[in-house]
């Protein structure tokens, strides 16, 4: 126990009260609060760790407390943090907004077709409430035009990553055999990750993918485990070293943000998720140019089991005059783009597709993790209970949007997750997934 102020306090009371104790000249105590495990913190390192997060958290015209905790700072579009990249020194922002892809008129054989299969959508749509946004936006504050809101990155999101190379990146997977098609992804990992996917085949010319997303929050067993639901857009080579993908969508990840909370986010590679790239803003590259989404933010409000259901949209298309790649959320809002200059594969096309959830099983106690996937729930559980995908589209070589009708699925253990994929009139192509992990049939 220690007196302070003549109250006996336990010690740990006092780490949450100060967070960072200099315990002697050699090193410093940190306790992170919201997961950041208690450390010891040499000087040296926390040195680096300053003046990375110096680097990283651009000088902000004015910031933005969100109700959730998080930092929003308003930084000048020319000062944002992608503009650092060697690639893009003498990168001019894109000014004038991309044509975003058409819509294709449907057919009387496109209606014949997508009417055959479908499930209980009709008497569910009531139930659909639009508009999943950001928590930040709860106060009533807004970032003022020509900034960008940025989430401020903090020393304990540093200290929760394996280390500072690794804060903000994901593994690099390593491939392991599955029986399947040929042509299906190779997504599987040596590092505990696990998937329930629908994919598009892999001769594909794509110029783009889109797709609305049911949001939830499913339960994280371990600090360092995530779940997270996604659109990959994708070009190179699965078992070598120069696989290019850009991704968008929603993900729950304790490690990198520091609580349970489904959040926006985005992630680019050009190696097989090796050096380059990262998360959100987390490294440079990806530029902004809305100022009201923040890629890392909070999303709310969220689905709830038989209750209200939400969803955001998400698009990633090729932007035809200056192959930029850019992201749309929402209504058709812009929020920024990957610079064609990042990419090897990607400068021309995509060649393949993947839509659907992904979570890390580290099999912690040497069981599978009970991590959830989408709601927690399996696929034939349906509307309401389990999380879905719908108006599954891809991006054609005339910048038009186009059903995908040729997807395949797949889930390497549908004891623990699972999908199952369908269309109809109102929502497509579409498919339900996810899962609760561990159970009896998921030791």
Same mark, same amino acid.
Request: glycine share 6%; charged share 15%; net charge negative.
């Given at each position: 126990m220690v007196r302070l102020n003549n109250i006996l306090l336990p010690r740990l009371v006092l780490l949450h009260l100060w967070v960072v104790l200099f315990c002697n000249s050699g090193s410093r105590s940190v306790w992170g609060l919201n997961y950041t495990k208690y450390r010891q913190v040499g000087d040296l390192r926390l040195a680096r760790i300053h003046k990375h997060l110096d680097n990283? &958290?651009?000088?902000?015209? @004015?910031s933005i407390q969100s109700p959730d905790g998080d930092i929003i700072d308003c930084v000048h579009k020319r000062k944002q943090p992608a503009l650092d990249h060697p690639l893009l020194k003498n990168h001019k922002i894109q000014r004038v907004p991309p044509e975003m892809p058409k819509m294709r008129s449907m057919s009387k054989q496109d209606e014949e077709d997508g009417g055959g299969k479908s499930a209980n959508v009709s008497q569910s749509e009531g139930y659909i409430r639009r508009g999943a946004w950001q928590m930040w936006h709860q106060n009533g504050k807004r970032c003022p035009k020509g900034t960008v809101p940025v989430r401020r990155s903090t020393v304990h999101d540093v200290l929760r990553a394996n280390s500072l190379y690794d804060f903000g990146k994901k593994r690099s997977r390593k491939a392991v055999p599955l029986a399947r098609r040929a042509d299906a992804p190779d997504v599987v990992s040596g590092n505990?990750?696990?998937?329930?996917?629908?994919?598009?085949?892999?001769?594909?010319?794509?110029?783009g993918a889109k797709a609305t997303i049911n949001v939830w929050d499913p339960k994280i067993e371990v600090i360092n485990? @995530?779940?997270?639901?996604?659109?990959?857009?994708?070009?190179?080579?699965?078992?070598?070293?120069?696989? &290019?993908?850009i991704e968008a969508g929603w993900q729950v990840s304790p490690e990198l943000y520091g609580d349970s909370r489904p959040r926006l986010f985005?992630?680019?590679?050009?190696?097989?998720?090796?050096a380059t790239g990262c998360y959100n803003l987390l490294c440079s590259g990806f530029v902004q140019t809305n100022s009201r989404i923040a890629i890392g933010a909070a999303i709310s409000p969220l689905s709830a089991f038989e209750g209200s259901q939400f969803d955001v949209t998400i698009v990633i298309w090729k932007d035809p005059k200056l192959g930029n790649w850019w992201m749309g959320f929402g209504d058709n809002t812009l929020v920024g783009y990957w610079p064609a200059e990042l990419f090897t594969h990607l400068a021309d096309r995509a060649t393949m597709v993947e839509w659907g959830g992904e979570i890390v099983n580290s099999r912690a106690n040497g069981?599978?993790?009970?991590?959830e996937m989408g709601s927690g729930h399996f696929a034939e559980d349906g509307f309401g209970k389990a999380s879905y995908f719908r108006n599954l589209e891809i991006v054609d070589s005339d910048n038009s949007l186009i059903s995908a009708r040729d997807i395949s699925t797949l889930a390497e253990n549908t004891n623990c997750y699972n999908i199952k994929s369908a269309s109809n009139n109102q929502w497509g192509t579409y498919f339900y997934y996810g899962g609760p992990g561990k159970n009896p049939q998921c030791p």
């Open positions: 990283l &958290n651009k000088p902000s015209v @004015f505990g990750h696990e998937h329930a996917i629908a994919y598009t085949g892999s001769s594909s010319e794509i110029y485990e @995530f779940s997270l639901s996604q659109i990959w857009v994708l070009s190179g080579s699965f078992d070598g070293s120069d696989l &290019n993908s985005t992630y680019w590679t050009s190696d097989a998720y090796q069981e599978h993790t009970t991590t």
